[in-house]
């Protein structure tokens, strides 16, 4: 579940140039009251509720659904008081996905009132609504996805907001990269909120959700008129998506359904990381460490350069940033390979070189470099597989390299009949997937580790672990890329290291992205997919 923990970080930032943009309002919210007031009446529903077996054979949407559910520690728990219905309005003839906790602060009848009163193309971005429970005095809106929930009450106007937040974050959402370059080209930003964000951590979302609600003021009201000349390039931009969500013809044609996926149980619910405790051999290693005068691998010195998240220091401080070629006994005849390391991390250079010797010959030769930095959090290891890079943060675990090595063969496999077909047949899942509605590529990963640790010379059962309910996954993988999990298995020629750099690490300025390790840095740290704001009640 490594990579799943890793998914859920946002661990590095990218760095960006300072924008700062004049703001048209200094509050979107001040345009709610018009539009709410053009807004359809509620439309009549009919009600199917879910019986407690559904409930519990299905697995949670989402982090808040499960919280709900499962997790009796969580203030959203909620269980014994939520009822899960299929609601289904009047202009529309499929259903949609309603939980109401009676606990809360809300009636079901005006939760589903805030789907109704959507048209229903609008409404058809939402694929779930969850209503629950909150500690005293504070409630909640957030979407993952097209997944909308809200805590404890719904501020007024909330039926059209978490419309619009589920058209820019829902897939394929919009993209964000495009929007700031309308921005730069304008002279404002929807409101002072959005302008703030931007100037002060490059962050462009709250300004796609305000210009959006700008479009639908200039759309469904018209009077008073607004003159936002001034961001006309956002204005053309956002245009045609919230024009293709409010405007499809017909009768919801393009409703997005919940993913329902029916629940398996879990052959390792506290994480591979168990498995770390009987470790696999790893071979004897020669270290040769770098002089800095030798330089560094470009993408080691880019990515660690870049500002961690709320500060302006670098993931690791050039002096911290040491490089060692290290030659395995297990492939004395290839290239030693250039491991990358800062001085700070948890795991120390020679805890490092022994940790990723564990991998196997052919799985380590898909790998061109490794860095390992400081993380005080959960400790994690991701992959870009296209540059064959992985990055550990924090105290990562054995498994999470193999997880994440693993993904370096992946090549598409996981997206194919054989191995989608295989773990549809299997009964329980490696570890829970984080994206449980498209899980075959965690399952991939995972699967590998796995694989790795059963074909280490001793095998999983005799370790004290049954795996025998996910025996088709093993074997799907074992056919496509057998060889490269075993012990006693062969090297071969890697692709060359990335081309050394030779900094000025007495004048550094503050690194800015570029094309090629900014893509890295959203392959290796994804953000998570949850957006979410906690209001105090009045």
Known sequence: MVITALCQLTLLGLASAQVVKRPLLNSVDELLPKIDAVLPAAQKYSLTKWTTAEVDQTVSLNQFWKDTLEDKDSEFYCKD?????????????EPWLVGHCAKAETTKEATFDLLGRLPSSARGVISDLLLTVMRPGFSMRAAIDHSVIFASRPAPYDEFKMM???????SPGIPEDKFAEAVAADS????????DKIEKDGNYGSALEAGLTVVAYLKLVKSPPLDASCMQKQLDFLKPYLDARWDAPGQCPNK???NIVKYKPVAFPDGLQVLDVDPVPAPRATVVQWDKSDGYPELCWNLSQYPKMGGPDPWCKAENLNIYNVTYSDCPDQDPWALCHCSDAQISADSMVVKFGRLTPGLRSHVRHLL???????????????YQFIASAG????????TAATTMLAD???????????ISRDTCWPTMPYNVQFPWYEILSATGAIYLYDSSGKSMLERGYDVSCMSNGMRALGAYHGSDFKQGGKCFKRKPNDPIVHPDTNNLLPSGPN?????????LFRPSPVWKEIRKNN
């Open 81 to 93: 008081d939520l009822t899960v219905y299929n609601v289904t309005f009047i202009d529309c003839p």
């Open 164 to 170: 619009v937040t589920a058209l820019r974050i829902g």
């Open 188 to 195: 404002c930003v929807a409101d002072q909120p959005a302008a």
């Open 256 to 258: 997005v359904p919940p």
């Open 372 to 386: 390992v930095i400081n993380y005080d959090g959960i400790g994690a290891s991701d992959s870009a597989p296209d």
């Open 395 to 402: 105290d990562a675990p054995d498994s999470s390299l193999m």
């Open 412 to 422: 598409g496999f996981y997206n194919t009949d054989p191995w989608i077909n295989a």
């Open 515 to 523: 094309a090629v390790s900014e893509e890295i840095v959203k392959k």
